[in-house]
């Protein structure tokens, strides 16, 4: 059996920079025909000139032009309208992080007076700028997400008409969020359609499961492939996959994240087959998210085959989810044009 992907897109991918950038770029651009790229980087992408450097570094880490990043920058409450109409061109987002809530966000947001973000959102949203938000609140680590859910409601209702996206939604709470207010939207990853806490902690540990925010309880797993499988047209695939070199993840300061870039479109194909989901597949890994950003993707097909592919243990120093076990899709052919 064979499954045809046009034009396939990540809305919330981290490539990081250097060395990283270089080992692990291929792994989205190969298959993919754009992605969101995510600003936290050391310094965070704050200025239009660093913006414009950091995807220099992306087309020559990946060496052809055969994909797109589509850029983002990271989200400061001083921004003010002429800055952010002069940097519109080059960005297709802006992401908001909680001040240290996860991989470099130490810069990011602490209140969330509305008073204080007014300028720079209403800005955003005259300016048609979506807001990509982490939304994690510093409590319980299985309640922060569910928390930050008013928050993301109280910011929905203030600027109407501002495109709000909940990253990497992982609870129920999220999901039902969705349909409260208009201008809400969020990406899924693959790996919390997947995973629920006990696969992380419920036996040996698994560091390479291990992501911020943490993989919750069975009913939000429910929640979410609930709204994936159907395309629910406020959704799209966002991996969130995010690199750690091998030392740093299997170590005991392990580091969050979880590498899906070389694998998810291959787990999202077998997924959405199990669940006799497939007619709905291409919504959910391009066709919403067009819509929801208007952005025009490469033309690009992607075509897997259903035959059992071992994941690699190591991907150029990263391990990637599943390292080692057999999928049961393999990509057969990307076409270009
Ligand atoms: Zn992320």
Do not use: W
Not at 65 to 75: A, D, E, H, Q, V
Not at 311 to 316: D, F, H, I, L, S
């Amino acid at each position: 059996m064979e499954i045809k992907l046009q034009a396939p897109l990540d809305m919330h991918l981290h490539l990081r920079d250097e060395e990283m950038l270089h080992n692990i770029a291929k792994a989205s651009s190969d298959t993919l025909s754009g992605a969101v790229i995510m600003p936290n980087l050391v310094p965070p992408m704050s200025s239009k000139e660093a913006v414009i450097a950091y995807k220099k570094r992306i087309f020559d880490a990946i060496g052809n032009s055969n994909f797109k990043p589509y850029m983002t920058l990271f989200f400061k409450p001083t921004y003010d309208k002429a800055f952010l109409e002069d940097i519109r061109e080059e960005i297709t987002a802006i992401k908001l992080y909680p001040a240290g809530i996860t991989t470099n966000s130490e810069g990011g947001v602490s209140g969330f007076d509305v008073e204080e973000l007014r300028g720079t959102l209403e800005a955003m949203s005259d300016l048609n700028i979506p807001l990509c938000i982490h939304g994690e609140t510093n409590g319980f680590v299985m309640d922060r997400e569910a928390e930050f859910v008013s928050i993301y409601e109280k910011l929905a209702a203030a600027f109407p008409k501002l495109k709000i996206v909940m990253e990497h939604i992982t609870t129920k709470e999220s999901v039902a969020a969705l349909e409260k207010f208009d201008n809400l939207y969020a990406t899924i990853t693959v790996h919390h359609l997947l995973i629920t806490l006990d696969d992380v902690a419920g036996g040996m540990l698994q560091p390479h499961l291990f992501c911020k925010p943490i993989a919750k309880r069975p009913e939000d797993r429910e929640a979410l492939l609930k709204v994936a499988l159907a395309a629910h047209p406020k959704v799209m695939f966002g991996s969130d996959s995010a690199p750690h070199p091998q030392h740093a993840k299997e170590n005991c300061g392990c580091a969050a994240g979880v590498f899906t870039a070389p694998i998810a479109l291959q787990l999202l194909t077998e997924l959405f087959e199990k669940h006799d989901a497939l007619d709905h597949l291409q919504a959910f890994i391009s066709d919403n998210a067009q819509s929801i950003y208007g952005v025009e993707p490469l033309n690009k097909t992607v075509t897997l085959e259903k035959k059992p592919f071992k994941v690699p243990a190591n991907y150029n120093g990263v391990v990637p989810m599943y390292a080692g076990e057999e999928i049961a899709y393999t990509v057969k052919e990307v076409k270009i044009g």
